[in-house]
């Protein structure tokens, strides 16, 4: 009884496969292979047969009895049918079964331009690969990049905090990465100068940035310089627990004796 039972399991596992051409990786159906991307070939029940390789400059791969098979161009699915296909024309395998795999795609790039170490193009590493992914092996961030990237898709621009959103890329994405917004400080600290502006950053954060106040200057004395809707620039008093924004100028002046 129970090896009629592993025969009954073993036909219905061989008639499950056998209406399954390929197994795809989870990418969409119409995405071709190309040059670069990395594939895992297996074949039912022929575990020698089993091939990890990559596509060759030449859209080709070179698998075991056929030979080389001409794959770029195709979806995972109709590169699976064109290797059974070989195997069986070769008369190797009567009714073959193989299941395509993409470990790593190289072919799907995107561009990275803009304030990053190495700005070019690179290959999606895999399905999940993010904005994050792709600065990291750019380089990382220029000294005044901003975290805040716009990604460009279909003609489209979007903008991407990638410390806040995990984002995923997709082949043919531009990732631009641009200056970090910054504020100005003045007068009586240790180093005037613009500085990167954080994220709910107080006046008394940039005066800290600058250096601190000099022993001239009076906490009590801030001046701010801002733009207003219309472009006009407004000077007003500052407290230490206001918040900085883009483009301010932040002054300090001298103690009163």
Request: glycine share 12%; proline share 3%; hydrophobic share 35%.
């Given at each position: 009884m129970k090896g009629g039972m592993k025969l009954a399991v073993k036909w219905m596992v061989g008639l499950v496969l056998g209406s399954i051409a390929i197994l795809s990786w989870a990418q969409q159906p119409s995405d071709k292979l190309g040059a670069g991307d990395a594939l895992r070939i297996t074949v039912f029940q022929q575990p020698d047969l089993t091939t990890e390789t990559r596509v060759s400059e030449r859209g080709t791969i070179a698998m075991p009895l056929i030979g080389e098979v001409k794959v770029a161009g195709l979806t995972a699915q109709q590169a699976g049918a064109q290797i059974g296909e070989a195997f069986k024309k070769g008369q190797y395998l009567k009714n073959p079964q193989v299941a395509v795999a993409v470990t790593t795609v190289r072919s799907q790039q995107v561009s990275v331009i803009g304030l990053v170490t190495r700005p070019g193009r690179y290959g999606l590493e895999d399905i999940n690969y993010k904005v994050a992914d792709v600065i990291a092996a750019a380089g990382g961030f220029a000294p005044d990049g901003s975290p805040i990237v716009t990604v460009i898709r279909d003609g489209k621009a979007q903008k991407v905090d990638i410390l806040k959103t995990s984002f995923a890329l997709k082949h043919g994405d531009t990732v631009v990465v641009e200056r970090a917004p910054v504020f100005y400080i003045y007068g009586e600290v240790t180093?005037?100068?613009?500085?990167?502006?954080?994220?709910?950053?107080?006046?008394?954060?940039?005066?800290?940035?600058?250096?601190?106040?000099?022993?001239?200057?009076?906490?009590?004395?801030?001046?701010?310089?801002?733009?207003?809707?219309?472009?006009?620039?407004?000077?007003?008093?500052?407290?230490?627990?206001?918040?900085?924004?883009?483009?301010?100028?932040?002054?300090?002046?001298?103690?009163?004796?």
């Open positions: 180093r005037g100068g613009a500085y990167r502006v954080e994220e709910n950053m107080t006046v008394m954060q940039a005066i800290a940035a600058g250096g601190g106040i000099t022993p001239r200057g009076s906490e009590r004395r801030l001046k701010l310089r801002r733009a207003g809707p219309d472009g006009k620039v407004v000077e007003t008093d500052l407290s230490l627990q206001d918040t900085v924004k883009a483009n301010d100028t932040i002054f300090v002046k001298e103690a009163l004796f």
